[in-house]
């Protein structure tokens, strides 16, 4: 397996900024989907945004385009999500998960390795 630790949660105003990361160990992401899922209290988890490592391609939650950007440093084989503008409504654990690179990942049935989470808490 694939162990993924989260870290850059935190508490932060509306229209503030966090970056988020995702540290992988015991194998690289090549070859793999890397995601960010979210859940919030009481509701289910939910896609934010995904990357397939090694073509570089990037998908995005609709309530996310334009907020949020995810990257990655294959050196330090760490996925990192930048959230800018955030609402109240981003408040969430945010999850990284991740999957061999086939078929969809945005998922969260379909990812076979997630980390323990991250808290961020946006306030109104």
């Known amino acids: 397996q694939v162990q993924l630790v989260e870290s850059g949660g935190g508490l932060v105003q509306t229209g503030g900024s966090l970056r988020l990361s995702c540290a992988a160990s015991?194998?690289?992401?090549?070859?793999?989907?890397v995601s960010w899922f979210r859940q919030a209290p009481g509701k289910e988890r939910e896609f934010v945004a995904g990357?397939?490592?090694?073509?570089?391609?990037?998908y995005y939650a609709d309530s996310v385009k334009g907020r949020f950007t995810i990257s990655r440093d294959s050196a330090k084989n760490t996925l990192y999500m930048q959230m800018s503008s955030l609402k109240p409504e981003d408040t969430a654990v945010y999850y990284c998960?991740?999957?061999?690179?086939?078929?969809?990942?945005?998922?969260?049935?379909?990812?076979?390795?997630w980390g323990k989470g991250t808290l961020v808490t946006v306030s109104s």
């Open positions: 998960a991740t999957k061999p690179s086939t078929g969809r990942l945005d998922d969260y049935n379909e990812m076979t390795s």
């Open positions: 015991g194998r690289t992401f090549v070859n793999y989907a």
């Open positions: 990357i397939r490592w090694s073509l570089g391609w990037t």
